[in-house]
């Protein structure tokens, strides 16, 4: 089993009134690499447990190819999970750890050897295969955890925030060697995270959950070019997309303190206020003295990127520019934005006004 549909699933405690999952509907294709992202609480590792079968579904249908999953038991759903915590047994030595599974399942002890050591080889984990995970590091003891679910040969891995324990310099190495292991393997995997950054650079396809529902569904081209809403906007992207507050008049977009940004792209119905969100590689200095004036207040180098940090018509702004440009604190800075790079969001819904317009047409 490797394609998975969720129709309509929610999810609520006894003990609670309101759901946690609202009306949950996605399908996922053979060998995809999905990444649930959002904030915690949002609930990604509720939706994934319910995939796992380790919650209940309150209503709603999950589909392993053509079968009907939500009373099927765990063991029986041809899954392999990895958690945050490893879950490794300490008094166990890496072999085991990554046999134990098999051993449950009463395999012949050649047959699980030989899994075992392609498992280590895959890992580059052949030479700790005696040692105990208190004597591994970080990242080898995420590689035994990894082990565990690939000598399962199951069709769908599940992972729950698995990098979060590491350090930056093992996240980002983790990030590449699980990436080649789905290259290598083939097999669908929903992975969970809160770091926008793991979602943008892993996943084939990426879901924005707020609150328990969707935001948004897509590549990670679709979410951070064209997000769905302000939420979406918010959330992808470092630094996050600044906002400013604006009118749409004659077609024109106009910032609420009166000056004018450009006439739009798209046609528009006259606005009396709206949400405009610039992406901080789409504001660039100018040395002219007209645009949007900023008044600087933090400076940081990022090694290949400046980031400027200061206040447009009172809103927190960011810029993105090249380190070769001398900035300081307290300077007055001019901004120029090309108005076909912005963003606009429906004041009430947050809702992005060109995917409205998208789905009228």
């Given at each position: 089993?490797?394609k998975?549909?969720?129709k309509h699933?929610?999810?609520?405690?006894?003990?609670k009134?309101?759901y946690?999952?609202?009306?949950?509907?996605?399908?996922i294709?053979?060998?995809?690499?999905?990444?649930f992202?959002?904030p915690?609480?949002?609930?990604?590792?509720?939706t994934?447990?319910m995939?796992?079968?380790?919650?209940?579904?309150?209503?709603?249908e999950?589909?392993m190819?053509?079968?009907?999953?939500n009373?099927?038991e765990?063991k029986?759903?041809?899954?392999?999970?990895?958690?945050q915590n490893?879950a490794?047994?300490p008094?166990?030595n890496v072999?085991?750890?990554?046999?134990?599974?098999l051993?449950m399942q009463?395999h012949?002890?050649?047959?699980?050897?030989?899994?075992?050591?392609?498992a280590a080889?895959?890992?580059?984990?052949?030479?700790?295969?005696?040692?105990?995970?208190?004597?591994?590091?970080?990242?080898?003891?995420?590689?035994?955890?990894?082990?565990?679910?690939i000598?399962r040969?199951?069709?769908?891995?599940?992972?729950d925030?698995p990098?979060?324990?590491?350090?930056?310099?093992?996240?980002?190495?983790?990030?590449?060697?699980?990436?080649?292991?789905?290259r290598?393997?083939?097999?669908?995997?929903?992975?969970?995270?809160?770091?926008?950054?793991?979602?943008?650079t892993?996943a084939?396809?990426?879901v924005?959950?707020?609150g328990?529902?969707?935001?948004?569904?897509?590549?990670?081209?679709?979410?951070y070019?064209?997000?769905?809403?302000?939420?979406?906007?918010?959330?992808?992207g470092?630094?996050?997309m600044?906002?400013?507050?604006g009118?749409i008049?004659?077609n024109?977009?106009i910032?609420?303190?009166?000056?004018?940004?450009g006439?739009?792209?798209t046609?528009?119905?006259?606005l009396e206020?709206?949400?405009?969100?610039?992406?901080?590689?789409?504001?660039?200095?100018t040395?002219?003295?007209q645009?949007?004036?900023?008044?600087?207040?933090?400076?940081?180098?990022?090694?290949?990127?400046?980031?400027?940090?200061?206040?447009?018509?009172?809103k927190e702004?960011?810029?993105?520019?090249?380190?070769?440009?001398k900035?300081?604190?307290?300077?007055?800075?001019?901004?120029?934005?090309?108005?076909?790079?912005?963003?606009?969001?429906?004041?009430?819904?947050?809702k992005?006004?060109?995917?409205?317009?998208?789905?009228?047409?």
């Open positions: 089993m490797s998975i549909k969720m699933i929610k999810k609520r405690y006894d003990d009134n309101d946690v999952i609202h009306d949950f509907n996605l399908n294709e053979e060998n995809e690499f999905i990444v992202v959002g915690s609480g949002c609930g990604k590792s509720t994934l447990r995939i796992a079968g380790l919650e209940s579904i309150t209503s709603g999950l589909w190819d053509d079968k009907l999953v009373d099927v765990p029986d759903r041809d899954i392999a999970m990895v958690f490893y490794l047994f008094h166990y072999f085991d750890n990554i046999a134990f599974g051993k009463k012949k002890k050649q047959f699980i050897k030989k899994r075992v050591e392609e080889e895959i890992l580059g984990l052949t030479d700790y295969l005696k040692r105990k995970p208190k004597d591994l590091s970080g990242g080898q003891r995420q590689r035994v955890a990894l082990g565990r679910a000598v040969d199951a069709h769908i891995f599940l992972m925030e990098l979060s324990n590491l350090d930056a310099k093992l996240r980002i190495q983790m990030r590449k060697e699980i990436i080649n292991l789905h290598r393997l083939g097999t669908t995997t929903i992975y969970v995270t809160h770091d926008q950054t793991e979602a943008m892993m084939s396809r990426i924005v959950l707020n328990g529902y969707i935001e948004q569904i897509g590549t990670p081209e679709e979410v070019n064209t997000p769905a809403t302000k939420f979406v906007a918010e959330f992808m470092s630094p996050p600044n906002f400013l507050e009118s008049k004659n024109q977009l910032l609420h303190t009166g000056e004018v940004l006439n739009l792209p046609t528009f119905n006259d206020k709206v949400d405009i969100g610039i992406r901080a590689e789409n504001l660039t200095v040395e002219e003295k645009g949007l004036m900023m008044t600087v207040n933090h400076v940081e180098l990022m090694g290949a990127d400046l980031h400027i940090h200061g206040v447009v018509n009172g702004i960011t810029v993105r520019e090249d380190p070769k440009n900035v300081s604190v307290n300077d007055t800075l001019f901004l120029k934005t090309n108005v076909e790079n912005v963003h606009l969001f429906d004041v009430q819904s947050g992005s006004l060109f995917e409205r317009e998208k789905v009228e047409v």
